[in-house]
């Protein structure tokens, strides 16, 4: 089965920048497209990026410019590359694997910005 990991959060200023990694523990065939979603207190979860197999990328308003989502298929990971780091993007990130049977999630990373 399986799993997908997330790493790369913490505690960062405002105006930083952090680095999440989502790597999978085994090949994931048939990929449609890598997501990262985050989850802030008191709030549903919302997409942040996603990633097509060919490389089309989409980003939540609320990041454009600021976020680049990108994979690395031959090391079965998905990056998350977020800069100028604001208070509002504190929340869980979960990053997820979409595939023709079905989606895969991991257990999510806190990113946590302070003021």
């Known amino acids: 089965q399986v799993q997908l990991v997330e790493s790369g959060g913490g505690l960062v200023q405002a105006g930083g920048s952090l680095r999440l990694s989502c790597a999978a523990s085994g090949r994931i065939f048939s990929v449609r497209a890598t997501g990262w979603y985050r989850q802030a207190p008191g709030k549903q979860r919302e997409l942040v990026a996603t990633?097509?197999?060919?490389?089309?990328?989409n980003y939540a308003d609320s990041v454009k410019g600021r976020f680049t989502i990108s994979r690395d298929n031959a090391k079965n990971t998905a990056y998350l590359q977020m800069n100028s780091l604001k208070p509002e993007d504190t929340a869980v990130y979960y990053c997820n694997a979409n595939t023709l049977e079905s989606d895969y999630w991991g257990q999510g990373t806190q990113v946590t910005v302070s003021s």
């Open positions: 990633i097509t197999s060919f490389g089309r990328t």
